[in-house]
Every structure is written in structure tokens, then in C-alpha cells.
């Protein structure tokens, strides 16, 4: 046995005996205390808010004595005595041994992001963390034991994003599946833009996807991964204007006589009116679209300003419609939004990077994506509510052959034709990219594991989740005031009501006071390390918190917690 391998049978027989003594020294008193107790007890071992020192710099860690403790003599050694600069067993042995303290790290870093006691965050300001940690690049190589260190202090002023307790961002988690996947995929080190290269992830990719055209309704078309919802989205504006000005391509706008208009709603993402600053359209012709009291897409609205833009002698293309946005969650109406474009011949474009894993739950797809099937187009980013890994965001068209047509350049020194396989699975010729990123592996890992009935099981319980959030709030209405009754989504809006407005009369004069809490209240949040939730302003409506339940180690108990230290955090501001 080689000792890297005699040092991980060591760590897993030293975590079996820390599990053990942890159960027994805690079995009997957890059995007994109840979820208020359990949430006391956590919070007062945590540590409490308090104002930075210069004392908080300074790590108990010694990269030194951590190394001679796993016995990992790479001391002195750099990245010349490692695959692939160097090469034969000495390679080989300096090679694991250095990997293996890396994955050490990792592996301590994920058994915090799981551990309830631990912190959410260890906030620096930019000025600080410039103190805390050396981000120089030096001229010479530095040693393997500095680049462990480096390696520990990065993820020790990262925000575990995995923690239970974290409830600010939309992709939240740590799925393990999914981050080995991510890992496999970093070591291949695969572009994805031909099959003679990555031909086992170019399979894997036309699997996945065609399995989620599936679930969309749609028998044909084609998809693509690209870098983020964001991007999806600029996919769809840029072939809606091909379908609609196919001349676009080669003469540019000089080739379209009149002003091409898109539609939005008001709640969508930002990343339309970005596309359409990108792509040459123009902001102020991406037009937004009024919502309803629950942030849902007004079709007459819509309907009307498309009319106003065919009296002005424009050209309405495309309208975008958003199942799940950022803030509130709302759906918008897509059967009523495709009869507007059926009638006047626009681009429907489903913009579900949010919302899109309720299409894997039968519960929870109905109502909320009626229609979908009737869309041209259509984002979802699975590492969002399926909480598969940064980055995986997925662009879907109900019509083949159009991708390819809008973006080829025939570059021959990559796409040739007459390569001696089937060139219809070299994908980067349809792509505004070239080179892309294998985001596909840590997906299908993570489907292979789940199955399609456990990403079914795992929305379901995010959905139970809030619903759970949402009747712990409406129990303490004195303490928590929430905008939106009944979310269709994980996001949960509310202002927090410290104890002198509580016998406050409900008005706008209230409201901007509350605004001014929920910024104040996220700071004490951010210093004490224990909780984030995110907060915004919408709208006439000051900032109020918006937290999110996507995390798959979320629990009851983490909710109740939540709601339990925004009151210690904020009672007397």
C-alpha cells in the first residue's frame, strides 16, 4: 500500500472514530431537547457580534506542522518536482502527496460548510482582507507549502455558500456528486467545441439535453450549455433577430428597415436590457412590460405596447417571458403571453434560469409553466434550484438547424467536413464562443445519482420548506411583515419590525424606516458571520429582505434559527 493511499485509510478511520465519540457525548442531550432548545444551545456557542481585531488575522494554522502531522514531506519542493514539469516515481509520490494536502483542506472546508456551529462567513473589508492574506504574484516559484497555505486561507475568508444557514443567493448548496463532478471535469480538461476531443462529454451533453427537451414538451430542436443564464438569454434575442432579419448576419442593422422591438416585464432579469445593449438593439428598445400585484407579466399591457410600436411604424420581435423572478419568484402567464405572440408573430422566449428545476416536479409544474411547450426558446440553469455546482446554465430551442445557421463561420481549421465522424456532434461551430467549459459532467453525475424522481423530491421539499418558513412568519406578525403572501417560488419577501415599531401603525412613513433596518440589521448579519439573507429595494418599496431556499441541506430547524437570530441581531435598532 502506498502511503498516500495508508494516509486516506487513516482519515476515514479517524472520521469513524470522531463520529462515534461525537454521537455518544451528544446522543442522549439532543434526544431530549427540543428544536427551540437545540437552536438556543447553537446559538450560544456561536460567536457573538462583536467588532473586528487585528487578532482575527491571525489563523491557528501552521502549514508546517499540518504537513509533518499527515506526513507530506513536500517542504521545500515546488512545482518542478511534480507531474507534469518532472517526471518518474519521485514525480509520482511528490505529485499525490501534494494533491492529497489540497484535498484534505477541501475536506475540512466541507465538513464546516455542514457543521451547523461553524460560521456562514468571517466578513473582512477590502482593506482587510488585502492584510489578511498575500495576493502578490512573485517573480520566483514558491514553494508546494505555501501554495497549500494559500489554498487554506482562501477558503477560510470564503463565504460557505453550502452553510444551512446561508440564505442570500439564488445557486446555494454543496451537492458532493456534483463537486466531484466538477473535479473530474477540471482534471479532463476537455474543450467542448468538437467531438474529437471530448467525446465521451460531447455524448453526455447531447443526452442530458435532449432528456430536458423532453420534460420542456418539445420532440425536436436543439440546445447548447453556455456561461450563465445571462448569456442564455442573449442566445435568444440574437436567433429571435435571425429568424426575424435573416440578412442581419452578414449586412448588419444597415439590412433592417425600422426599429426591431422586445418586450419584458418590469420584474425580469436585468440581462435582457443588457442583451439588447449588446447585440445593438438599444435599452430604450427593449421595452418593459407592467406587472401585476404578485410581479406577473400584465398581457394587456403587453398587448398595448405592442400595438403602440406597429402604429409608430416599428417592428416588435420578441417577448420575453420569466418563470421565476429574482426577487418575488412570480410566473409569468405563458399561455396568455403566446396567444400575443401567435397573433402578431413575435419570438416566445421562457426565461426560466430561476424557475426552471419545478418542471422535474409534477406538483409543481402545473400553473406555473402551462404552455411552456408553446415557447420558441426557453433558459434554465440547473445550478440554480437543482443545485447542481457554479456554472451550469442550459439554452433550449424547439427549432433544429437554427443555432447552427445563426451562428456558424465554418472555421475550417476546426470544423472540417470531411473529419471521418459524424461532424454534427462538433458543437462549437453553432456557439458565439469557441472554446467552452465541460459543465456538462457534474450534471449527469449528479442525475445519474438523484434520478429524476430525486431532483423531483428535492424541489418538492424546497417548496415544503418555504411553505414551513411562511407559517413560522405569520405566527409572530408583530415581528415580520411579509409582502408577498403567497410566493409561487422559494423566495420569501419580508420586512423584519424591531421592537420600538411594533406597535406602529402600518404606512409609508413605516416603510422607509423598515428600509433603513433591513440595511442596518444585514450588516450586524455580515459581522456576526452566523447568517446572510439578501435584501433589495422593487419597485416604490424600500429595501426588505429576500431569502431563498435552494440548499438541499436546509432543514426546519434552520429556518427556525433564521427567523430566531434576525430578532437577536436586530431587536433594539
Known amino acids: ?52 481585531s487585528t487578532s482575527s488575522f491571525q489563523g491557528s494554522f501552521d502549514v508546517t506542522d499540518f504537513l509533518a502531522d499527515k506526513e507530506l514531506d513536500i517542504i521545500n519542493k515546488t512545482y518542478k518536482d511534480m507531474f507534469p514539469v518532472q517526471e518518474g516515481a519521485e514525480a509520482e509520490d511528490c505529485t499525490a502527496k501534494f494533491v492529497y494536502a489540497v484535498v484534505e483542506i477541501l475536506l475540512d472546508f466541507i465538513n464546516k460548510t455542514n457543521n451547523r456551529d461553524d460560521h456562514v462567513l468571517d466578513f473582512h473589508h477590502p482593506s482587510q482582507i488585502t492584510k489578511a492574506m498575500d495576493f502578490s504574484l512573485p517573480d520566483v516559484a514558491l514553494p508546494l507549502e505555501q501554495l497549500v497555505s494559500d489554498c487554506r486561507a482562501a477558503l477560510r475568508y470564503q463565504v460557505k455558500t453550502g452553510h444551512p444557514h446561508f440564505f442570500n443567493q439564488l445557486s446555494q448548496g454543496l451537492d458532493i456528486v456534483s463537486m466531484v ?74 439590412s433592417v428597415r425600422g426599429i426591431p422591438v422586445c418586450y419584458t416585464s418590469k420584474h425580469s432579469h436585468y440581462s435582457m436590457k443588457g442583451a439588447a445593449a449588446t447585440i445593438g438593439l438599444g435599452t430604450d428598445n427593449c421595452r418593459e412590460v407592467d ?39 412570480s410566473f409569468d402567464p405563458i399561455n396568455s403571453i403566446a396567444d400575443v405572440c401567435q397573433e402578431y408573430g413575435l419570438w416566445l422566449h421562457v426565461d426560466a434560469a430561476w424557475g426552471g ?25 440547473p445550478h440554480k434550484l437543482l443545485g ?10 424547439k427549432e433544429s438547424g437554427i443555432l447552427n445557421d445563426c451562428n456558424t463561420m465554418k472555421a475550417m481549421y476546426l470544423f472540417q467536413q470531411d473529419k471521418h465522424y459524424d461532424v454534427s456532434y462538433d458543437t462549437g461551430d453553432k456557439v458565439i464562443q469557441c472554446g467552452r467549459h465541460n459543465d456538462i459532467f457534474k450534471f449527469w453525475l449528479t442525475w ?48 423584519y419590525i424591531p421592537l420600538r415599531l411594533r406597535d406602529m401603525e402600518h404606512s409609508k412613513q413605516k416603510e422607509e ?47 427556525d434559527f433564521m ?8 431587536v433594539d435598532l
Open 1 to 52: 500500500m502506498s502511503p498516500v493511499s495508508q494516509l486516506v485509510g487513516r482519515r476515514i478511520s479517524d472520521c469513524h472514530e470522531r463520529g462515534r465519540e461525537r454521537r455518544e457525548s451528544t446522543g442522549d442531550r439532543r434526544s431530549s431537547m427540543s428544536t427551540g432548545d437545540k437552536v438556543l444551545t447553537a446559538r450560544e456557542t456561536r460567536t457573538r457580534l462583536q467588532s473586528l
Open 388 to 397: 447542481i455546482l457554479l456554472q451550469c446554465s442550459t439554452f433550449h430551442l
Open 291 to 329: 406587472v401585476d400585484s404578485k410581479g406577473r407579466m400584465r398581457v394587456e399591457h403587453l398587448e398595448a405596447l405592442v400595438k403602440q410600436d406597429l402604429e409608430k411604424g416599428n417592428i416588435p420581435f420578441f417577448v420575453n417571458c420569466t418563470s421565476g423572478s429574482t426577487v418575488f419568484g
Open 357 to 381: 428545476g419545478l418542471l422535474m416536479s409534477r406538483n409543481y409544474r402545473s400553473g406555473r409553466f402551462d404552455g411552456v411547450e408553446r415557447a420558441d426558446s426557453l433558459t434554465w440553469n
Open 181 to 254: 463532478g466538477e473535479w473530474l471535469a477540471a482534471t479532463a480538461n476537455a474543450n467542448m467545441f468538437t467531438y474529437e476531443i471530448a467525446p465521451v462529454f460531447i455524448m453526455m451533453e447531447h443526452e442530458v439535453l435532449l432528456k430536458m427537451r423532453d420534460i420542456i414538451g418539445w420532440k425536436e430542436g436543439d440546445s447548447i450549455l453556455a456561461p450563465g443564464g445571462s448569456i442564455s438569454n442573449m442566445y435568444a434575442l440574437i436567433i429571435a433577430r435571425h429568424k426575424k432579419f435573416p440578412e442581419h448576419k452578414t449586412h448588419g442593422m444597415k
Open 513 to 559: 424606516e423598515l428600509g433603513k433596518i433591513t440595511a442596518h440589521l444585514k450588516s450586524r448579519m455580515m459581522y456576526s458571520g452566523n447568517l446572510m439573507v439578501g435584501y433589495q429595494p422593487l419597485d416604490d418599496k424600500p429595501n426588505f429582505f429576500r431569502s431563498i431556499i435552494s440548499n438541499q441541506a436546509c432543514q426546519e430547524r434552520d429556518i
Open 563 to 570: 427567523l430566531e437570530e434576525m430578532d437577536r441581531l436586530g
Open 448 to 495: 445519474r445519482a438523484k434520478g429524476s424522481q430525486g431532483f423531483e423530491y428535492q424541489m418538492d421539499r424546497l417548496m415544503e420548506l418555504t411553505q414551513y418558513q411562511l407559517r413560522r412568519m405569520k405566527e409572530s406578525p408583530e415581528m415580520f411583515y411579509i409582502l408577498l403572501e403567497d410566493p409561487e417560488m422559494v423566495n420569501v419577501c419580508f420586512w
